[in-house]
């Protein structure tokens, strides 16, 4: 059982397979292309987008983003943070271009470390992939990305949620423990956060409670959208703004 606290640890342990553990995972890169391109296509104006990859990882999310800005002819600069040494280890071993930097923190300090990280400015967007679950302080984060965001800003959030259907939970147990858990021992010997994934999954939001949240934090515009195949009632992208006025 992993608790909170110990998470970065175990992100930690877990650093080194992680890549190979997602290359195995169909449609996970395309899933997170889908949500960088709901953020990018969204963006205001058509300046440089400062952008945040909340929970960035390995890498994987930031990389998503700069292909979406890509293909959306706009220059951005990305800050991506993430609470685990390892994590943020296995994205500086990869080649970045100009604009792009990595600060090691909790998603809970970016209100008190916005300037430390060079954030006080304001962003245009924030991703938050594969985080949110992992936050207990939901609410109080997600009122930081919008004192954070500009008016106008956007944050896109990708996240597993089954509260809502008894099917997207027997679904999501029986991929977990006949694939995903096997597969973690097969890559790493370790199934430690891949247990943890389930039962996490398990106790996050239902996709109405986070839209709740979302409103209740003051952002409009609020849209769900989730994926296709096996994932479908399972893995949802939100989308919503910080209103203008
Ligand atoms: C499942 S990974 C996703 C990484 C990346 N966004 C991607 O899509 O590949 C979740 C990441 O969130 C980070 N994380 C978990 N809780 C966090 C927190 N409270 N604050 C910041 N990062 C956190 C973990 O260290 C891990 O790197």
């Known amino acids: 059982m992993i608790t909170t606290d110990e998470l970065p ?3 930690d342990e877990a650093a080194p397979s992680y890549d190979a553990m997602v290359a ?3 449609g996970y890169h395309a899933h997170l292309a889908a949500a960088a391109d709901a953020l990018l296509t969204a963006l205001p104006a058509d300046r440089t987008a400062r952008l945040v990859d909340l929970g960035c990882g390995s890498g994987a999310s930031t990389r998503a983003l700069l292909a979406a800005a890509t293909r959306a002819v ?3 600069e990305v800050t991506g943070v993430d609470a685990s040494r390892g994590m943020l280890d296995e994205a500086a071993d990869k080649v970045w271009p100009t604009g792009v ?3 090691h923190g909790l998603a809970q300090e970016l209100g008190a470390r916005a300037s430390e990280w060079a954030l006080s400015g304001g962003v245009e967007g924030v991703l938050a992939a594969y985080l949110f679950r992992n936050v207990s302080e939901r609410d109080e984060v997600l ?3 919008h004192r ?3 008016p106008g800003g956007v944050l896109v959030v990708q996240e597993y949620s089954v509260a809502h259907s008894r099917l997207a939970d027997v679904v999501w147990s029986l991929v977990c423990w006949l694939v995903v858990i096997p597969l973690s021992w097969l890559t790493s010997r370790q199934t430690r956060l891949y247990r943890y994934l389930w039962r996490s999954v398990r106790g996050f ?9 979302l409103y209740r934090a003051g952002y409009v515009d609020v849209e769900v959208r989730t994926a296709a195949g096996w994932q479908r009632g399972i893995l949802h992208t939100f989308r919503a703004r910080k209103p203008v006025a």
Do not use: C, G, H, Y
Request: hydrophobic share 45%; charged share 35%; proline share 4%.
């Open 205 to 213: 939001d239902s996709v109405q409670t986070f839209v709740d949240r």
């Open 9 to 11: 640890l175990a992100f």
């Open 24 to 26: 195995r995972n169909p």
């Open 101 to 103: 930097r990595f600060e």
């Open 143 to 145: 009122t930081d990305v």
């Open 148 to 150: 954070l965001l500009e």
């Open 74 to 76: 706009r220059a951005v």
